[in-house]
């Protein structure tokens, strides 16, 4: 007995009648290119007030670590200060230059960078998805790093300052962030600065609104007898670490 498969040999494995063949393999057409320029890292979506309130919720869930270390280094720079001043026979009262006060002025400053390092440090944990500890965001520090950076940043704006003031406020302007490539990516001082300057000049309009945010928000502090201070401080710190990642693109822990 004959089939129909055997009657029609040449059909098999051909389409049916009236369906489309498949184009052949490797014949498929490539995928529509993008539409438009890639966005600018933090051009879109951030916003001065949600960096603010998302400062104001971690530091509610880190509360107290942040309040203790807070109060631990307000002591610690006070007491450098004391003792930059005691061992260089500085005056307090005394406002002259001199070598000893010039010595005492380095010591006080250059701890005060470290300090402020590692409190952005640990503002960048934060953000990262971590709870807050001091201890832990020294430990992560390229000291080294962190000095020079803060010394070549605070040269530049001291020289800025006496070229008529206006010179100085644009490098303190444009070098916001450099200490947080420092300690978040440990570049080196002259790459920092490049990275901040590329980031502050990307988002200009959004860093000016949360600098004029940020002077409110310290604002408040004070008026708050003074003790709402320890609070807006950290609060702002998370604030410009949750800024510094957004800017980058980078995805920031809820």
Known sequence: MTTNDDQNPTTSGLPSYGSVPPPPEGSYPPPPPPS?????PGASGFS??????????????????ILIATVLLIVAAIATD????????????????????SISTIITNVVGFVIGAGVTRGALDI???????????????????????????AVLTALGFALLIIPGIIVAFLTLFAIYFVVDKDTNAIDSIKGSLNLVKNNVGNTIV?????????????????????????????????????????????
């Open 127 to 153: 953000t990262e998805g971590h709870k807050f500890d001091i201890v832990a965001a020294f430990k992560k520090l390229n000291i080294v790093n962190v000095i020079v950076t803060s010394l070549v940043v």
């Open 210 to 254: 949360l600098i004029l945010l940020s002077i409110l928000v310290v604002i408040v502090g004070f008026l708050a007898l003074c003790v709402g201070v320890l609070v807006a401080i950290p609060v702002l710190a998370i604030a410009w670490a949750y800024t510094f990642k957004v800017f980058l693109g980078e995805p920031v822990a809820p």
């Open 36 to 40: 438009g320029p890639a966005p600018v």
């Open 48 to 65: 001065a007030t949600e960096a603010v309130s998302y400062g104001l919720k971690k530091f509610g869930e880190n509360a107290g670590p």
């Open 82 to 101: 004391f003792l930059a001043r005691a061992l260089t026979g500085t005056d307090f009262t005394d406002n002259s230059f001199s070598i000893g006060g």
